[in-house]
């Protein structure tokens, strides 16, 4: 695997290693060792699937707050995603900054998201599948979240959304409510 750090700090675009052979080829998507040498975290406690029928479809933008802040590793295994992630640490010297990375089941990028931090996504086609994995048990009481289109963090999408959930929808005007470290 590669690593890529972003302007955001903790948070790493990560690219697999191929290695080829007449079969195909191989690839590691995980190895504990590895991320804690890159500061991040190597605990995982849950993994999730999600599913979008329709281009356009956003959901997010997620956290938790404390004390089940979480860090997510994202993954698109079926289609393409338009992936965000929203500094929401108040210490952060890029604190209300955004970055985006677009990830495909063809290019098999990932994408580190830290505590303290929203993340979401835009699908880019249909029938678009997404693999999360978590270093936190979801926790409905601390499951928070900021408006797509808040005027704090200016998203850039680069396609209009078709298809959102009316919780994501409504969300209030982001407030400089400390998300974690």
Known sequence: M?????????????CL???PDERG??????????????????HLEQCNLSFSRRKGTL??????????QEAKLIRCTQGAIFDVVVDLRP????????????????NRNMLYVPQGCAHGFLT?????EVFYQMSEVYNAESARGVRW????????????????SERDRAYPDFQSEPAGP
């Open 25 to 42: 080829f191989f690839a590691r998507t995980w190895c504990a060792g590895e991320f804690e040498a890159h500061g991040l975290s190597p």
């Open 59 to 68: 959901r997010g933008m997620h956290y938790q707050a404390a004390p089940y």
């Open 2 to 14: 590669k690593f890529h750090e972003t302007r955001i700090p903790g948070v790493v675009e990560i």
């Open 124 to 128: 880019l086609a249909d029938d678009t």
């Open 91 to 106: 210490q952060s010297s890029t604190f209300k900054s955004w970055i985006a990375a677009e990830l495909t089941a063809a």
């Open 17 to 19: 290693e191929l290695l």
């Open 149 to 164: 289109d808040d005027a704090a963090f200016m998203i850039a999408w680069p396609a209009t959304v078709e298809v959102i």
